[in-house]
Structure formats: structure tokens, C-alpha cells
């Protein structure tokens, strides 16, 4: 039935792409607005990509629902389905914390925060170079601070030629992501058959979308609309409490009061979030063991050492809480990584030979692009990005050092959130950080480094980015045949306007509004643009070399973590995916591991009880948990914008 209702669509459909470029806008458009200006939820800034999935449930009821009745060949298709949601989440990881925030703040920052006792203009300014960054001329900084004064007008020239110049460098980054997850999909999702625990959402709704109801059949079992009444039911009672401040209020995403095991023992961190329960609940159960396990073994790990008093001193943003376990998980992080390249070697090895013409029978059909796309687009994007940053003042084995730091990254994140399916994760540190402690400051250049500060932004991982987005299409695309070059393009189409869309809606915002305004404090409160060239002082003034210290504990997390993959490896039985150790007690995982627990605890119970046909019957609780959760946040998302414009509600998103 399913391939009967995909055959009669044959390709991508117009109205699929309409609907897709409609997604790409809105979610440019409103995620920033929110975020920015009202205080409400953050749609932008993790891997679940509420306001995409939103967004497509809303069609299929507009489709297939409602103007079914009076035509019945209007109905959506699967593809017409899913090709919105890929179009809409390659652009959703792109509008704020994944590029836009970090990307504009750095690029504002050098010129409007310099001061005396900073330095900035000392060290860097002449080391900038004036078509990579914006300067002050014509108020271009002071009024996209403070809002723009009544009848002047946007000084676009100055921001336009750094931002278009970035955007060559941007653009083929975001292609060079699509050309991995082109190389590694059919690893990924043929030969190990990750889970995509998120993906199994809308795979779900897609596949039961050959009943003539048009919906899939879970959407009419009372245990779904049990599973969404539950967190929906406890949002809009909430929202009472919005107008009525004497209405209690139920603490749905509160944290309760951490769990200490004494002094110097980072707490446990006690939260309730029903749409990590609902994803979870579809991650295998060696996954969710592993990532409680590790995280309790890391507050023993800081704990001992904060006893003993074993400090490394300089401690950076954008890792956890201690240097030691920063390292070590990095370590892991990387180990992860090269285990995964390696076990892939095979299947990596035939799309090199079919790039080059040397294995003509390797198929690619089912591809997002050709393989030949994919390598060389690959190589020539790294090459270009190599160049670009050595124009920027980089050296160029640092700039490779950067450059391949930070695809490690972006394959190491895309790969936990389609084995595990974690909405909220991030690496154990950022490229710049890594390449700092490893090669030394000692051995940098200071326009080398001026260079360094000012990739912060485009060039980091903060939460959510694009290539986990691409490697899920990947997963989604199996729905179909003979459409997957389509859906190649239509996704680098929506990443590219949706980031354009984002970035020059973001600098228009701040001249409207003025950045003071804005309520996103991390980011435009002088916080987050500041901590690159704050860091980068502090290695100028003081410079060092490789550290040993740091490197030490990389060796010692990428020694376990090999032993423990290996024993996975060997042993079929072995309880606990290391996936976590790499994770241990970082952040943001740390705030989703008590839902992981309880997912674990519920769901090994169930199997044990009745095995997999439980299992079965249990999950459209679970997908109406998280569809009760897209739903209540959007509806409380309208409430702010009409009753309370710029003092919203952040019921959604993890700082």
C-alpha cells in the first residue's frame, strides 16, 4: 500500500516543495522573533526540530483532514509528507543557536566591545581584516545595539560585505555537511541500522499514511491521545497561571530540588521533560543504561578530585565543569568517531573507488547526491575552506586543524543523535578549544589566533547545527525510491535560505528593536560575543604549549572508550553502550538524564513483563507524548506573542 501511494506521485511533487519553501520562511522568520524579542520557547536550538515537525503535522490535518471531505485526491502523499519536515529542519538548526546568535554576536563584537581594559584594539584590531568584519562606520554597530534612530536608515553596506564574505565561507560548509552524510547514510542505515529514535515520529506517521483515512492508524488508539493529553493537558492548565499568577503552577518542566552526595560532588540533577521520555523511549535500552551510568560515574570522578583538591587550572566556555573530564570525554568523543570511520572503512573505501571511477558497480542511486558529488564536493569545500580562513590571517596547518576538528565534531554529534536520539547534546568542547590545548599558543601567530576568535560563531557547534539534520533526511528519504536527488537539493536549497532568511532577519531585528532589547541575554547581552576574544587574551597574554595535563586525560578517555567499544563488540551482551562515557556529566545532557532514567526503568520493565509485543503496544503513548508537547508549545507560543509580547514563557528549550 505504501509504495502503491508513493507510485502515484512518482517525483517530488510542487505542492511537496511549496510547502517545504513555506516551512524554510516561517521557521526563519518566527524562531529568531521569539527567541530574540518575545522570551518565549527556543524551536531553534536542538536536534528535535519542534516548530519542522509542527509545521507538517499542521498540513496533514489542513490536507488530510479537512479538505479531503470535499476532495479526496488532495490528500498528501508520504513524500509530500516528509519533504517539508527535511526542508524545514536543514533550515531550523541554522536560525539561532546552531549559526545565527553565535555568528552575529562574534561578528559585531570586536569593534563594538574593545575597550582599554580589554585590549582588543591593541592585540587585534590591526590583525581584522575590513571585509570579514563590521565596523562602527555610519552607526552600524551603535544602532544595531541601541535601535535605530526615526527616519535613518539601515546602514546595509557595512554589514552586507562581511556578511556576504562569510557566507562564501558558510555556504560550502553546509554543502560539505550534506557530502558526509551522503558518504555515511548507507553505513549508517543499511549495514549498523541506527535506531533515529526522533525520526521514528514522523517515519510513523508517514507509513500509516496509506490507510483511506489518510492518517495512520495510532492517531485513532485511545493510548496515544492518553499519551498527548498528559503533558498538553498539563501546559494549557499552566497557561492559566500566565494570566491568573495566584493559580499554582504544575512544575511539568521545573527541575526539583538536585540529589547532593556531599561536599565537593557535583549534584544530580533532577528533571522531568515528557519529550525526552517520548523520544527515549525508542532508544535501544544498552543506550539509555550506558548514558545514566557514565553521568553517575562522572560526579564520583569530579567529586574525588574536587576532595583531593586536583585542579587544572583554565578552565574555557563551551565545556563542562572540569577540564579533567573535558578532556577525557573528548578523547572518547574522538575515539568514537575514528571507531565509527573505521568499522566503515569497507563501505567508505567503495564510495572513494566509485567517485573515481574505479568501482562503476557500486550503486548510488539511493543516494542524496552521486558519490562523486559527495567526495569531491567534499575535498574541493575543505580545500576552499583552508584558503578562505588563511585569508582571514589563519596559517594554513592550523586552518586544516580547525577545519577537520570541526567535521569530527559535526560527525560525532550526527551519529549520537541518530543512535541515541538526543535532542539536546553538544561536544565535549569546541574545535578552537581542542586545536588551542594540542598545538600550543606558543606555536600560533597572533593573526592566526584574531583569526581563531573570529570563527567562534560560524565555526562551532552550539547545540544544534545542520549535518545531523542532513543524515536524519537521510533516514527519511528510505521511504521512497527515485526521489533522493531530489531531496539532495531541495535540502542544500532550504539550508542556504533559511540561513540567508535567518542571518539578515537577526541584523534587522537588532536595528528595529535594538539588540539591548532583545531577550536572548547569553548571546547579544555581551556574554557570548565577548568569550572568544576574552579567551583568546587570555592565551595571547599568557602562552603555552601543548599541555600535557589536558593531553594526558584525552589518552586515558580515548584508551577506555576503545576498551569499551571493543567489549561491546565482542560481547553481545555487554549492558552498556559507551556512548555516554563520552557524555559524562556534561552539558546539556546532564539536563535530560532523570527522563532517560525513567524511560529506562519503564521500558526494561516492560520487556521483561511482555517482551517486544509490550513494547509495540506501547508506543503510541509515547509518540502522543511528544506530538502533546509540539502542540502545547506552539499554542503557548501564540499566547505570548498576543498577551505577552516580550515577556514570554520558556516552556521549551535548554539553555
Not at 587550572?313 to 570511520?341: C, E, K, R
Not at 568501482?359 to 575552506?385: K, N, T
Request: proline share 7%.
Amino acid at each position: 500500500m505504501l509504495q502503491d501511494a508513493l507510485s502515484r506521485t512518482g517525483v517530488i511533487t510542487l505542492r511537496s516543495v511549496v510547502l517545504g519553501l513555506i516551512s524554510v520562511v516561517l521557521i526563519s522568520f518566527l524562531v529568531p522573533y521569539f527567541q530574540y524579542t518575545m522570551a518565549s520557547s527556543m524551536l531553534g536550538a536542538d536536534h528535535f526540530h519542534i516548530g519542522a515537525l509542527f509545521l507538517v503535522f499542521f498540513y496533514l490535518v489542513i490536507f488530510n483532514v479537512i479538505l479531503k471531505r470535499w476532495q479526496p485526491s488532495w490528500m498528501l502523499t508520504p513524500q509530500e509528507f516528509i519533504l517539508p519536515l527535511i526542508m524545514g529542519m536543514a533550515a531550523s538548526g541554522l536560525t539561532t543557536n546552531g549559526m545565527g546568535a553565535p555568528f552575529i554576536s562574534t561578528l559585531m563584537a570586536p569593534y563594538l566591545l574593545a575597550t582599554p581594559e580589554n585590549q582588543w584594539g591593541e592585540y587585534f584590531h590591526e590583525h581584522l581584516q575590513p571585509w570579514a568584519t563590521v565596523t562602527n562606520d555610519g552607526n552600524a554597530l551603535t544602532w544595531f545595539v541601541d535601535g535605530i534612530p526615526p527616519g535613518e536608515s539601515i546602514p546595509w553596506s557595512v554589514w552586507g560585505i562581511p556578511l556576504f564574505w562569510w557566507l562564501t565561507l558558510i555556504v560550502p560548509l553546509i554543502f560539505m555537511g550534506l557530502c558526509v552524510a551522503v558518504i555515511m547514510r548507507k553505513q549508517w542505515v543499511e549495514h549498523e541500522k541506527l535506531v533515529f529514535p526522533i525520526m521514528q515520529i514522523p517515519l510513523a506517521f508517514a507509513k500509516g499514511m496509506d490507510n483511506p483515512s489518510g492518517l495512520p492508524a495510532f492517531m485513532t488508539d485511545k493510548r496515544f491521545w492518553i499519551g498527548f493529553s498528559i503533558p498538553f493537558g498539563v501546559m494549557m492548565y499552566n497557561m492559566i497561571g500566565f494570566f491568573t499568577p495566584a493559580v499554582p503552577q504544575f512544575p511539568y518542566f521545573g527541575s526539583a530540588p538536585p540529589i547532593f552526595f556531599g561536599e565537593g560532588f557535583p549534584p544530580i540533577e533532577v528533571n522531568f521533560r515528557p519529550e525526552i521520555l517520548g523520544i527515549s523511549y525508542f532508544v535501544n535500552l544498552d543506550v539509555l543504561a550506558g548514558f545514566w551510568v557514565f553521568y553517575m560515574i562522572g560526579i564520583l570522578q569530579v567529586g574525588i578530585a574536587n576532595r583531593i583538591g586536583y585542579v587544572i587550572p583554565g578552565a574555557d566556555n563551551y565545556t563542562s565543569i572540569n577540564p579533567m573530564l573535558d578532556w577525557q570525554n573528548m578523547g572518547a568523543f574522538l575515539t568514537f568517531v575514528v571507531w565509527g570511520l573505521w568499522r566503515a572503512r569497507h563501505h567508505i573505501t567503495d564510495v572513494i573507488g566509485k567517485a573515481f571511477g574505479k568501482r562503476p558497480q557500486v550503486d548510488d542511486q539511493d543516494e542524496m547526491l552521486s558519490y562523486r558529488v559527495a567526495v569531491f564536493g567534499f575535498l574541493a569545500g575543505f580545500a576552499y575552506a583552508v584558503v578562505w580562513l588563511n585569508q582571514l590571517g589563519m596559517s594554513i596547518p592550523i586552518a586544516c586543524a580547525i577545519i577537520a576538528a570541526v567535521f569530527a565534531i559535526y560527525i560525532g554529534v550526527s551519529r549520537i543523535v541518530a543512535e541515541a536520539g538526543l535532542p539536546f547534546v553538544r561536544a565535549p568542547m569546541t574545535a578552537q578549544v581542542l586545536v588551542y590545548y594540542s598545538i600550543g599558543s606558543i606555536n600560533m601567530t597572533l593573526p592566526t589566533m584574531t583569526a581563531i576568535a573570529q570563527t567562534y560563531g560560524p565555526l562551532s557547534e552550539i547545540k544544534s547545527t545542520f549535518m545531523p539534520a542532513f543524515v536524519q533526511a537521510g533516514k527519511l528519504a528510505e521511504i521512497g525510491k527515485n526521489w533522493q536527488r531530489g531531496i539532495g537539493w531541495s535540502v542544500m536549497a532550504a539550508a542556504i535560505i533559511g540561513v540567508v532568511i535567518s542571518l539578515v532577519y537577526t541584523i534587522y531585528l537588532g536595528f528595529d528593536v535594538g539588540t539591548r532589547q532583545f531577550t536572548n541575554g547569553w548571546w547579544f547581552g555581551r556574554i557570548g560575543s565577548t568569550i572568544p576574544y576574552n579567551e583568546t587574551m587570555v592565551k595571547v597574554r599568557n602562552p603555552f604549549g601543548p599541555d600535557p595535563e589536558r593531553l594526558s586525560f584525552f589518552a586515558i578517555g580515548s584508551m577506555i572508550m576503545f576498551l569499551f567499544m571493543t567489549l561491546r563488540s565482542r560481547l553481545p551482551w555487554w549492558p552498556v553502550h559507551p556512548l555516554g562515557f563520552m557524555l559524562s556529566y556534561s552539558w546539556p545532557a546532564r539536563a535530560i538524564v532523570c527522563s532517560m532514567f525513567i524511560v529506562w526503568v519503564i521500558k526494561s520493565l516492560m520487556m521483561w513483563v511482555g517482551g517486544s509485543e509490550l513494547y509495540r503496544k506501547g508506543q503510541p503513548f509515547f509518540l502522543g507524548m511528544i506530538i502533546g508537547v509540539a502542540t502545547g508549545v506552539v499554542i503557548a507560543m501564540g499566547v505570548d506573542y498576543f498577551w505577552f509580547p516580550h515577556q514570554g514563557h520558556h516552556i521549551y528549550g535548554i539553555d
